[in-house]
């Protein structure tokens, strides 16, 4: 799929979008924090360990959930107006490889852009001495609540 | 769908999911419990609180994934033999309302076991003040790892 | 998950549903027909023949998916008023068994009438000489467009 | 997601795959025909005519369904060894725009070939006079049944 070119109708979404984030406190308890943010685009990032861990030392399969929709949701909010809020819909994720190493990095991308609805698809790769596997791909879908701003 | 009526291959399954469980750092990090097992089911549950929370304050649909994937993957880890291992394949999660209230509770049933293969379905209900409103809806793939015991 | 008990506003729904139905070249492409309706739920029927199989002579996946996506899609119809109509936003289907058989027998169920999103679950049982086996299990996201009657 | 280069473990896979689509009575049923074929790759494209219809006169959401699972499918397909069969195991289709037009092709790409699951991502575009327009967009499990020859 060639990325689509997209414009953000609110020309301050990157600072609305850190503040939602900030709000946030599943984000804050696993560590995540946004590593990159465009019309259209987002992605997010966490250190495993631990507390993140599922029974094999991997991280959870619901925490690399937490993460892609995360970003499968900003990267929808990037294009929408200001006086609004995103929810998600459903999304369907399917684990490929254990997520573990140094970095962990979800990235949402915008699909198709509705007015009401907007589907998005996401990836999540691991990062080890320098080495990135895949191991999540996401399909989502978005449903933007015009006229309720996040805040 | 009948509740189908499953035999558990292994009758110390339960302390084996409990071991599990108690493995699992990212429970512990949300503050997770089982509050339920039988063959072919499980039941988890933890309490809303501002560190689950996503932007307007309701549990993070990553966290009410983390729940029901859990609930999922031990509910069919109750019928796999003593020697081997579950890992999520992939799910797929709809939400229906917001997630917050006393009590959030994730079911998860199995409805194929497979060899290989085992599909469940998961709920997720908040409850109220007594009242209990169904908030998530999931369909689940697991893989059963023979000959590799979980711990 | 109890069967809940719905309402259709539209008194009409039957008639309604049949002959929207009845436009669809699909449903007659592959010879199917309704064999239940109630409010929140459509039953719709198909026999095997190797016109709808795959390389293995089972009923065709995509085949199965036509079948429980019209189900489900009716099932959501059952609730809508008068002047609306149905769209599928995205679904999710397990195959659980090879689909063939005496006839093959979708079920689409209402979960959470809302009023722009509509999701539903499906099952598809094949039959054989008496025998039901459980084929497949959807999860489904419906979309009502008001003010635009299906006709 | 950048496009890996697979090798075909089997020099005939195009062969192959060729008969074993033509033994697909869904396929001649609909009218399908594989336009294109690589190493992870498959694209199949049908003509839109009354008897694929919905309600609405657009292709149905469960032809546009086993267009892309067959695509999926047959991308997967292209790299397995000659004596296996493919079956799906789930896939999860989310409909962005109306399906019609003069064609509709399904693409079917590998995300990753693991030895007993692979999974697939699928797109499908309407042309109309020279337009082409995402209708849907697919994530696909599925499983290689080694040692059982497709025909």
Redesign the interface.
Known sequence: ?TAAAFVARDPAYASRIRA??A????M???GAEIVDLAPGYCAIAVQP????????GY?????V???V??AGGYAGFTLFPADS?V???????????PADGDRLVAEGFV??PGR??V?T?G?VRAEKVGKRT?VA???Q?L?VLHGKA?A
Chains 1, 2, 3, 4 share one sequence.
């Open positions: 799929m939602s984030f709000r946030q406190g599943a804050a308890l696993i360990r631990p507390e993140l861990a599922q029974q094999h991280v959870h399969a619901g925490i959930a937490t993460l929709d995360s809020s929810l998600t819909v459903e999304f369907k994720l399917n684990l490929l490889a699909v198709k009401t609805l589907i698809r990836e895949l791909l996401m399909q879908t449903i996040d």
